[in-house]
């Protein structure tokens, strides 16, 4: 019987990776932060984000249910827990993608994109990926699993009519559009709206002055250990 999908439970079910084959898919193609700083800016440019993450994306997409046998637990529990007769002893199953198994990345990967680029329409051709050249033009997408975000070069003398957090970009409009027609719920405490500083792949992004660096909290971390 599959589990209810819950944002507050996570299920790592390493063990199911013996028996199971992976599925590569998107995982092979994943961006990486050191794409990004392929981008070379003019003296005169400047880079703004937006940035959109989808809340415990995990939890979010159903897995087919011939695999939930491969997604059950050890433990039976009591059915009554799931509406079934007091007594009935049922061993549980996660419906959804579980951390830990060696396909996972791949396919919410591939299912933010199919979110990103179907649904919503952003053009692909815009898509920073592995293995890809950078895309060419002033506008970047970078779809890492949860996130979505999306990078523009402008010109510094215009920074003063892109203000923050004020009218997002048609594809950042578009992809949350998407996200609500299917129900997918996004983290707006992490939301950005052309930001020109911000939190990037676990790295701190200053559009301003085009850098990508590593986060001050890892930064202090490892001066601690060092």
């Known amino acids: 019987f599959p589990t209810r999908r819950s944002s507050d439970l996570i299920s ?13 898919g998107a995982q092979d193609t994943l961006p990486y932060i050191g794409q990004i700083t392929g981008l070379m800016l003019e003296e005169d440019e400047a880079l703004y984000l937006e940035s959109e993450d989808l809340q415990s994306a995990f939890n979010l997409f159903s897995v087919p249910d011939r695999w939930l046998p491969f997604f059950s ?16 002893m049922v061993r549980p199953a996660l419906c959804v993608i579980p951390m830990g198994w060696h396909s996972a990345v791949g396919l919410v990967q591939e299912a933010v994109r199919d979110v990103v680029f179907r649904r919503a329409g952003v053009p692909r051709t815009i898509s920073t990926e592995k293995h890809r050249p950078l895309p060419e033009g002033k506008s970047f997408a970078v779809v890492y699993l949860d996130n979505f975000d999306e990078i523009e070069i402008i010109k510094k003398v215009d920074i003063e009519i892109h203000k923050e957090g004020t009218v997002m970009t048609d594809y950042h409009r578009r992809f949350n559009e998407a996200c609500d027609q299917a ?13 020109f500083a911000g939190g990037m792949q676990g790295g701190e992004f200053d559009g301003q002055r085009g850098i990508l660096k ?4 890892k930064l202090r971390n490892y001066i601690q250990l060092s």
Do not use: W
Request: hydrophobic content about 40%.
């Open 12 to 24: 790592i079910l390493c063990p199911i990776n013996a028996v199971t084959t992976p599925l590569m």
């Open 214 to 217: 590593l986060g001050s909290d």
């Open 183 to 195: 129900g997918l719920p996004r983290n707006e405490s992490k939301q950005l709206i052309h930001a």
């Open 73 to 88: 637990y050890s433990k039976k529990v009591d059915g009554a827990a799931m509406g079934l007769p007091a007594g009935t």
